[in-house]
């Protein structure tokens, strides 16, 4: 069992930058691929970014490339979602997942976060 626990949400100006946390209760977390989604109110959760042991990446284009950028550190077991440039419409509930590989599809991952909110005012 992973238990994935985010922080780093709050409420920020458009244009500003946040930076989201994720950490893992297990040391495992490197052998996972790791995901952020968002779901915004009203909306279906969506994906944003994820970073496989070896550091690949990927991200959404729409919502997320060029803007954000994800990383991790596995020795602190943390995975970061670094977001720039933030829009009203990035206003959700972001979470983190893990899982046994890069995907969109968040039916992918096994693991998930409670997590947390981001607001961005405009």
């Known amino acids: 069992q992973v238990t994935l626990v985010e922080s780093g949400g709050g409420l920020v100006r458009a244009g500003g930058s946040l930076r989201l946390s994720c950490g893992a209760s297990r040391r495992t977390l490197r052998i996972y691929a790791m995901g952020w989604f968002r779901q915004a109110p009203g909306k279906e959760r969506e994906f944003v970014a994820a970073?496989?042991?070896?550091?690949?990446?990927?991200y959404d284009a729409d919502s997320a490339k060029g803007r954000f950028t994800i990383s991790r550190d596995n020795a602190k077991n943390t995975v970061y979602l670094q977001m720039n440039s933030l829009k009203s419409e990035d206003t959700a509930v972001y979470y983190c997942?893990?899982?046994?590989?890069?995907?969109?599809?968040?039916?992918?991952?096994?693991?998930w976060g409670q997590g947390t909110q981001v607001t961005v005012s405009s």
């Open positions: 970073i496989n042991w070896s550091n690949d990446s990927a």
């Open positions: 997942a893990a899982g046994p590989r890069i995907s969109s599809s968040g039916t992918e991952y096994i693991y």
